[in-house]
């Protein structure tokens, strides 16, 4: 069971709600950036130590253009339109409300700007607002913001690429362990064995699954990701967890299939799935004991 807000800065209430919202609102636009520029950041960075030990570029058929040394991060270069290249002005970037009075267009080309990027700044803004419900402005809701934050950019990355970021899940699962050795969440016992446990099932799983049919039925990031809900959550989330990513997962999976026209072979990322059923547990903690008492 969750425990109560540790460190209370300011307690539950409407003002809480929307300085956490707002703040939310902020993070958002920033986690489009991340969400976007994360995956190219770490190929680039593949590429460039897989060039350091060709000698010879031309023969993996790459191009010197690709290692340019240019610096490529989260804010360079400034944001710009992927379809004409114009750099945006810092007016065109408040969230939500520049998408909204630019009717959702580029102001230079007008090509069309996709409805995820309000969508992710909206959705920031209203889990961040449920923190102050849940914890008010503490110690606590600082810790909570921290993984529903890194949870929406893993859930998109994951949508994108398939891929989920070592460099989120790992600190991901140490910055939840070092949180509840104060007790943040859950007892320090808890977070232990949840990271164990988490990372140890689905391992199993992937195990079983690769012997019986040679293919990967989950990714190395799933596990990495269970487990960081482990440590944060603790090991008595994690039937509810699974159970809940599993149902959504498998839902979605025969709705692709039925209207959209998939096939059973095309690959479904499970990090989303994981992250939802890990904000169920975290804002609705009763579940786990509902579930499995």
Partial sequence: ????PIFPIWPVSWQAVMCLALIGLIVGSFLNVLILRLPVMMTRAWEQEMHEWITQAKQAGLSEERFATTPYNLFFPRSHCPQCSQTISPAHLLPVISWVLLRGRCAVCQTPISLRYPFIELLTAFLSGAVALNWGLSATALGALILIWTLIAL???????????????????????????????????????????????????????????????????????????????????????LLIASLTGAGYGLFSMVFAGHSRQTPIPFGPFLALSGLVVLFFPFISGALFS
């Fill in 155 to 241: 859930a998109f990355i994951d949508i994108d690429t398939l891929f989920l970021p070592d460099k989120l899940t790992q600190p991901l699962i140490w910055v939840g362990l070092i949180l509840n050795a104060s007790g943040f969440f859950v007892p320090f016992e808890e977070a232990f064995w949840g990271a164990v446990w988490g990372y140890l099932s689905l391992w199993v799983l992937y195990w079983l699954f690769r012997l019986l049919t040679g293919k990967e039925g989950v990714g190395q990031g799933d596990l990495k990701l269970l487990a960081a809900l482990g440590a944060w959550l603790g090991w008595q989330s994690l039937p509810a967890v």
């Fill in 1 to 4: 069971m969750i425990s109560a």
